[in-house]
């Protein structure tokens, strides 16, 4: 059993692994365009190209993808693309170790948008558009993009969608996942070209500038061409356009599709009005501690940090404890579930609000039955034990790694939003990784512990933590 499950997860990881090698072909472009070493890109490509025809030949197998296998190789996919993704920061002349790229490009790929670089500007263009290519790739899912175009995968593809988006949707667009895919990629690749064509026409950015940080928005990332971040375009019609596009970003893409057919009664959802209630009670605190004066600066910090894109256009770091403790707050409640943010995600909370609620109403009437209902529809005691477990877990290994931090020197704000930061994939954290650092300064052993972070936070934990356990491979 498990001689087969191996064999089967290396076959669709290397089938996996031989179109991605096709992404090298952008920056590989721009460097040729540019006079940069386009050789860099070359030798990614082949080397990628050349492992994945190895594993998926060396491996093959007619063995059908069943919901375990699930687990195992939506990981593992997760550990191969950002090690494969590393190639640009190896070689010169960006030139990083091997442990730094690793978290560079997990970053990347997991849409956290933390960095260790500390002069951004200094990187070759096509290597800056890279970095915003492997978070646009990451955002709606690089499984999901394989499940659209790979007709090996077929009815197995059912188990790879789930597991990259555990919990996140409800339901599916259309009843084959496959036409679910690329429904889901459509819609963001379409708000995609809509934002370019915005920032580009209208806030008159660069085109280059416009398409990186265009890459980074749509998934809710936050890599960008400046050091500065959004900051330094010093661009208010800019920063407006990539407000709205957060925004939208942040909202389960079940309700886009909806709205796009024309179908507005889906904005009665439970949890897209929470989430702008969250949004708003949270923007209306920031600026009573900041001041009106930075009303702006309010707006956009909370946005960015509640979508978990991390985009920056001021040092919230210094600003008054209570703003910071309410931007620590959106790390943790993250973005809706069937969006590309990060997060527990505001349907979980919502969930769990209601969960409470009726479990009160029993505390006085004990005979009482009473339905918990999310959107006018029955919640299973099943579902409620899941979003209960999820929220345990998510807050315990956030503990656990804030306190392993702490055991190597950071102190106690700095370890914890260190950990909220990549946990929920937002990116700039407080102290010492706050939005004026960076995270190229952490030990060795922190960067593990953090790159561990993005990993279990992008895969709502239980994708990952599910293959280390004995029951598992026993299965």
């Known amino acids: 059993m498990v001689h087969q499950r191996v064999r089967l997860t290396l076959h669709i990881i290397g089938s996996f692994l ?14 040729i365009y540019s006079g940069e070493n386009w050789r860099i890109y070359l030798y990614a490509l082949l080397i990628t190209l050349g492992i994945g025809l190895i594993l998926e030949f060396r491996f093959k197998t007619e063995r059908v993808i069943e919901r375990a296998d699930g687990f195992i190789i939506v990981a593992s996919t997760w550990l191969f693309i950002p090690l ?18 690793f978290f560079e490009a997990m970053s990347g790929f997991t849409t956290t948008g933390a960095t260790i670089l500390k002069v951004v500007e200094e990187l070759p263009r096509s290597a800056l558009l890279w970095r915003s290519l492997t978070q646009w790739l990451g955002g709606m899912g690089v499984v999901t993009l394989f499940i659209a175009i790979l007709p090996r995968l077929g009815v197995g593809g059912s188990q790879l969608f789930d ?7 409800p339901e599916r667009i259309r009843p084959r996942f496959r036409t679910t895919a690329r429904l889901l990629w459509a819609i963001y690749a379409g708000f995609t070209a809509v934002q370019i064509a915005l920032l580009y026409f209208l806030a008159r950015l660069s085109l280059f500038d416009s398409i990186c940080i265009t890459f980074a928005t749509m998934p809710t990332g936050g890599f960008t061409p400046t050091t500065a971040s959004i900051g330094a375009y010093a661009n208010p019609l800019a920063e407006y356009i990539i407000m709205a596009f957060m925004l939208l970003a942040g909202v389960n893409f079940l309700i886009h599709y909806h709205v796009l057919r024309g179908n507005f009664k889906v904005l009665r959802n439970e949890e897209f009005r929470l989430y702008l209630i969250i949004l708003a009670v949270a923007i209306f605190l920031v600026i009573i501690s900041q001041g009106f004066t930075a009303y702006r600066e309010g707006m956009f910090q ?32 993250g973005a809706c579930g069937g969006s590309t943010g990060g997060g527990i995600k505001v349907v979980r909370a919502l969930a769990l609000m209601k969960h409470t609620g009726v479990m009160m109403k029993r505390a006085i009437s004990p005979k009482a039955v ?9 919640l299973q005691e099943g579902v409620i034990r899941d979003i209960i477990s999820f929220i345990f877990l998510y807050l315990f290994i956030a503990v656990i790694a ?29 102290g010492g990784v706050g939005p004026t ?21 992008r895969l709502e934990l239980f994708t990952a933590l599910m293959i280390f356990s004995p029951r598992f491979w026993k299965g």
């Open 163 to 169: 597991r990259e988006f555990p919990g996140a949707m």
């Open 437 to 457: 650092s960076n995270y190229a300064w952490l030990s060795g052993a922190a960067k593990v512990i953090l790159i561990i972070c993005m990993w279990l936070g």
């Open 370 to 378: 009473i339905p918990m209902k999310l959107n006018k529809r029955p």
């Open 18 to 31: 031989k179109y991605f090698a096709l992404a090298y072909i952008i920056p590989l472009c721009v460097a």
């Open 84 to 101: 494969l993704g590393t190639f640009p920061y190896v070689f010169p002349p960006v030139g990083l170790g091997f442990l730094d790229a």
């Open 302 to 333: 909370a946005i960015s940090i509640m979508t978990t894109t991390g985009f920056v256009t001021a040092d919230f770091g210094a600003w008054h404890s209570s703003a910071r403790i309410v931007l620590l707050t959106l790390m943790f409640i």
């Open 402 to 430: 804030s306190i392993a931090l702490c055991f190597l020197g950071l102190n106690l704000e700095t370890a914890i939003s260190a950990v909220a930061a990549t946990l929920g994939n937002v990116g700039p954290g407080l």
